[in-house]
């Protein structure tokens, strides 16, 4: 799950990856995809996001883009979607700048969100810019391995270059200081924004953004471990005696009629293949994946169900004795969890999920954003959250499951992953970004700040690590029941915002 969605764009996490705009799942991505929501896993996976009128701020714009930033010889271009709120704005102040991520650009954060109570009190200008190849913003004509050579962090980086150097010169905004916004996967395009384009973003909030790329990520499930239990410190052993309980009984084929019954699977279960086992105990993990990422975001003005499901609920069913034993507990938070999704059945069908990813056409199910952003782990980040740690609670998903998906997905192969994610690491530093006016907010609870900035090195590139939230917590609408150490770090980004405008 990585990144994927805090952010007015869809949810990051993504059979292979979680990072949405804070919705980057795996888990990379999050939501309203400006937060990145890489997340396609579990029973949000190929989810699309509702989109609801909100009138003028919320009215879809286009820009005019070119196709290979990096080719001066290619003169393709096509559109690219955008929104503004124009509402707080007073001239001579900030522009603000939305970054999307691995999904639709969701028109809800154009009506809320800390960004936007920011810029009332700094009277900013406010853009939201999607990001290539998700929701509306299609340069090609199908999401084909050849169409998706365009599809890269450094392209989208040129992209709101671009954006940003148009609309500066079109609307006299060339003297005022541009602040860059994202969360999750757009958190990480955020720093990188103003590392590589400095003369162009004055400073940037880049929240929850994994900066490290790794191909094998089984700290995020460490981290999983650690947050449940947090609640409850049998929590997680009781899980992991769930899914061990399941990886040996799918080495029976007489279980099998059981299983599909206990977990309410759409076809008969069959296991031929290694994948087949490890797509299923890796969808069962991702009910408390997903969970554990969003614990308590105040997600719900995006339209996202199963808001009630916390950290707290599924340790509820996992101690509940009266469900019968660890493994039948287990079974009942994935109907919980169908229940609360409105699904009639779980399809677990890793053949299923393989002709879905190979689909190329932009009606294809997981042309949403699942197949683009797992090409984008393939091809610059890993990201992949394998059970190879002895210190997390699920079985079965090894690396080589994962990494094998960028061979059936794209003939992309494993030394081609694994040279990929060192360049990119090369290019934008890793854990080492050198650069200034770049604030990085993190949740103690959310696993991918275990590959982002969580304490202060550097006094130009503060860390504000905020025990006790999720994924992108800071970026969503504030409530009357916040944690107070949530609210403390709003405030601690803003007074950073006003010194650094000041600069």
Known sequence: MLLSDCSPYANMAFQACRLLLCKLTPILLFSVFAVGNAQFKGFKKFSREQETSYGDVSEEQWFIQKLDHYNGADSREWKQRYFVNETFYKPGGPVFLMIGGEGPANPAWMQTGTWLTYAQKLGALCFMLEHRFYGKSHPTADLSTDSLQYLSSRQALADLAHFRTVMAENRGLTTNKWVAFGGSYPGSLAAWFRLKFPHLVHATVATSAPLYATVNFPEYLEVVWRSLASENAECPLLVKKASDTLLERLKDPKTYANITKDFN??????????????????????????????????????????????????????SDTSLGDPYARYAAVARLMMDTFSMKCLDASFNNYLRDMTNASWNGTAAGGGRQWVYQTCTEFGFYQSTDSPNQPFSGFPLEFHVSQCADFYNVSAKQVAEAVAQTNEYYGGFNICSTRIVFPNGSIDPWHALGITQDGNPDLP???????????NMYPARDDDLPQLTLAREHVLLLLQQWLKE
Not at 295 to 302: C, I, P, Y
Not at 463 to 473: E, L, Q, R
């Open 463 to 473: 860390a504000v690590f905020i025990k006790g939230t999720a994924h992108c917590a």
């Open 265 to 318: 699977l759409c076809s008969e279960l069959q296991i031929q293949t290694e994948s087949d086992s490890a797509y299923l105990l890796e969808t069962l993990a991702g009910n408390f994946m997903d969970v554990v990422q969003y614990n308590g975001d105040n997600r719900a003005f995006e339209g996202v169900v199963g808001t009630n499901i916390t950290i707290k609920v599924l340790c509820g069913v996992m």
